[in-house]
């Protein structure tokens, strides 16, 4: 069979099969949370996407039902993931570094493939804080087993922003990050993407999981991201372990006044950093945008 009939089958299941499985989401996790105008609205918007995604096919338009397919798989798999989480009060969970700490112990020895999962799916969908889920596998495994493990999720989940951003290219990249975004990091990455990038993973001003995203839209090899994210991901969180396990300075003692000035120097850095961040980051890229 020909290559155009393939395409054509997978274009028809992918715009069936999409509100059926925003449907069936909704059934399992979502009978009391949302009010049945909401379901409606909800499973209305997935199917006016697929049959408008069918439409412009049919049109031969391909720019615009790629663009629609997208946007409707994107909006379902956004809404049952958000769903199922809350229904099994992931959300809470995540929030909380205890609370964490007692969902991964009590999955046995199961828990350190799904601790690894879950930053994983951090970096690439998750909204779940990155420092929440490092300080717990610190506290679980130990600061370096515990980094080890969440670095691996981390260079994992790296590696497939890559590749959607690689696969599904700027529009994908753009819709998620925003257009500004994508073109401002896309076009500093393709033209210094090998000094800035390594920087850009060690200084807390850019969006490590973002960035990684964006790169694949650019001319920048595996190889080369791949070694960079390898190498310079995990600093931060072997940092982040050993310090925020309490492991180096601890929590009782004399570490209570070091906590003390290092949670105000934090607090005054942070805040500097919020206001500025937009003119410092737009500083560094014009310092390297000169080299």
């Known amino acids: 069979m020909s290559t155009i009939f393939y395409k054509k089958v997978t274009i028809y299941f992918l715009s069936v099969i999409t509100p059926i499985i925003l449907g069936i989401c909704i059934s399992i996790y979502a009978t009391n949370m949302l009010a049945a105008s909401l379901k409606i609205c909800l499973?209305?918007?997935?199917?006016?996407?697929?049959?408008?995604?069918?439409?412009?096919?049919?049109?031969?338009?391909?720019?615009?039902?790629?663009?629609?397919?997208?946007?409707?798989?994107?909006?379902?798999?956004?809404?049952?993931?958000?769903?199922?989480?809350?229904?099994?009060?992931?959300?809470?969970?995540?929030?909380?570094?205890?609370?964490?700490?007692?969902?991964i112990l009590a999955t046995g020895s199961a828990g350190v493939i799904l601790y690894i999962v879950i930053q994983l799916l951090q970096v690439v969908v998750l909204p779940i804080p990155a420092a929440v889920i490092c300080i717990t596998g610190a506290l679980i495994y130990g600061p370096f087993l515990g980094a080890l493990y969440c670095a691996i999720g981390v260079i994992l989940g790296s590696i497939i922003s890559f590749w959607l951003g690689r696969v599904f290219g700027y529009r994908l990249v753009s819709w998620v990050v925003g257009k500004d975004s994508a073109l401002k990091y896309a076009n500093l990455l393709s033209k210094r993407g090998t000094t800035f990038l390594p920087m850009a993973f060690l200084l807390p001003l850019f969006p490590d999981d973002i960035l990684c995203l964006i790169a694949g839209i650019t001319s920048m090899k595996y190889s080369y991201f791949l070694g960079v994210v390898t190498v310079f991901r995990p600093i931060s969180i072997f940092f982040m372990s050993y310090f925020g396990g309490g492991y180096v300075i601890p929590f009782s003692g004399w570490g209570v006044y070091i906590w003390g000035v290092i949670i105000l120097f934090m607090i005054v850095v942070v805040y500097f950093t919020t206001k500025y961040q937009s003119a410092i980051e737009n500083w560094i890229i014009t310092k390297f945008n000169k080299k």
């Open 43 to 103: 499973m209305f918007i997935s199917v006016l996407l697929s049959v408008l995604t069918l439409f412009f096919y049919g049109s031969k338009k391909e720019k615009t039902y790629k663009i629609l397919l997208i946007i409707n798989a994107m909006f379902v798999f956004s809404i049952s993931l958000y769903l199922w989480l809350w229904d099994k009060n992931l959300i809470y969970i995540f929030s909380s570094v205890n609370e964490f700490k007692k969902y």
